[in-house]
């Protein structure tokens, strides 16, 4: 069953979820909001190219199947590229002072300011990242294929941003692009995620390092 803004203020309250209590919450979610801009990361494709082509392999690939993404991150993930000016056209991604431009086509990884989650010791919630309708209207994707947050998993979420639309997006920190909603499991899990192999437990960053 989701959760009400009042279920969700006290279960905050009862320390059953992991959120700042002054977090903007609406009737049926919470809000959330972008970190500072120096967290926001962006693949070095020219490295993995560069790396590929001393392997003798002609594109910048990546064998998903294989994929460790605490190695990969730490590698190939970088700081967007920085203008004072007028930025290069060739860049999706760059940054302008404490902006950070997002062309049609671009993709960013960007955490968010609050720690969110549920406890590891009896977790009584999961929770959901949403888009905000508004913004989505515009083509912004906030997240892709994982918007859950498992049980008794908590950190700082990271938002895998693409921009699918015609305009470019600029972004800063406290900007409000995603939404949580809560909602109760019907019991508590028989595993935790530390027993089953989760790293980014408790993570800070995108590269998800604790």
């Given amino acids: 069953m989701y959760q009400s803004d009042r279920d969700i203020q006290w279960a905050i309250q009862k320390g059953l979820l992991i ?7 609406d009737p049926t979610s919470i809000d959330l909001r972008l970190d500072s801009i120096d ?6 494709v020219d490295k993995l190219r560069q790396d590929n082509d001393i392997a003798g392999i002609p594109e910048p690939e990546v064998r998903l199947g294989e994929f ?3 190695q990969w991150s730490v590698k190939y993930l970088c700081a967007p590229p920085k203008y004072d000016k007028m930025p290069s056209s060739k ?10 431009l997002v062309r049609p086509g671009g993709f960013v990884l960007w955490q968010t300011k609050d720690v969110i989650g549920t406890p590891q010791s009896n977790p009584q919630f999961i929770c959901f990242v949403d888009g ?9 994707l906030v997240h892709l294929t994982a918007p859950t947050i498992h049980a008794g998993w908590s950190g700082n979420v990271v ?8 305009l470019t997006f600029v972004l800063q920190e406290d900007d409000v692009t995603a939404q949580l909603t809560v909602a109760r499991i019907s019991s508590v899990p028989e595993h935790t995620h530390v027993e089953v192999g989760s790293t980014t437990i408790g993570q800070k960053d995108v590269t998800g390092k604790q």
Avoid: M
């Fill in 68 to 70: 460790r993404y605490s």
């Fill in 39 to 44: 967290a926001a990361k962006i693949w070095d």
């Fill in 159 to 166: 938002l895998e941003i693409a921009n699918l639309g015609p």
């Fill in 91 to 100: 860049d999706l991604v760059c940054r302008r002072g404490e902006e950070l």
């Fill in 132 to 140: 905000k309708s508004t913004r989505a209207r515009t083509g912004l």
């Fill in 19 to 25: 959120c700042d209590p002054n977090a903007k919450i």
